[in-house]
């Protein structure tokens, strides 16, 4: 729990932590149902000073997974907290966001660029399989990649779409995998690794 400094609070349940603060603006705070609370922005300001970057970056995602995350919003509580430890974790996470937002490509097409650096042989794209379109297919090794961005994957019923397809594919012997961006930002060469040996597996 985040209160203003100076205020008294007596914990009514065990677990309940206490964090003061000052708040710089009006739009830190706001309301849910009624109850006062710090805006998501403030939020992750003030845990990036009580949790490991793990932890912080879990809670980011989930965020931005809801739809709740505003970059601008979490920026200007930086240029307000000048000299708070939590600006070093948080500002690197901004910094990974501004850049997914600036640089990325369709997930497409930076799939196929990565399958012509690592030489992998090209795929078959937006191909059918069992009457389902999926967005790549090495057919021989009979090795399906679903590409989930999350512009496309974004909401419970794809979600539920996609993993009910899987159990599908692999009784007719398909082996499916999936790809994001993130494992291509992060994990290119581990990705690349596995889908050379999924490769040989199936006999190319």
Wanted: proline share 5%; hydrophobic share 40%; charged share 35%.
């Amino acid at each position: 729990m985040t209160a203003p400094g100076g205020r008294q609070f007596r914990p009514g349940r065990l677990g309940i932590r206490l964090h003061r603060c000052r708040f710089h603006e009006p739009r830190e705070r706001t309301r849910h149902i009624g109850i006062p609370v710090t805006s998501v922005a403030r939020t992750l300001f003030d845990l990036a000073e009580v949790v490991d970057f793990e932890r912080l970056e879990k809670t980011w995602e989930e965020a931005d997974r809801l739809k709740r995350l505003r970059l601008g919003e979490v920026e200007r509580v930086c240029e307000l907290g000048y000299g708070r430890r939590a600006l070093r974790p948080i500002r690197r996470l901004l910094a990974e966001a501004r850049a997914a937002e600036t640089t990325r490509s369709p997930l497409e097409d930076r799939f196929l660029a990565f399958c012509r650096h690592y030489g992998i042989p090209t795929p078959a794209t937006n191909a059918q399989v069992l009457g389902h379109e999926v967005d790549v297919l090495w057919p021989a090794a009979r090795l399906v990649a679903e590409l989930d961005s999350w512009e496309f994957h974004g909401h419970r019923s794809a979600f539920e779409r996609d993993r009910a397809r899987d159990p599908k594919f692999l009784l007719a012997g398909y082996r499916p995998i999936r790809v994001t961006h993130r494992r291509l930002d992060r994990e290119a060469d581990q990705l690349a690794e596995e889908i050379r040996g999924l490769l040989r597996l199936g006999g190319v």
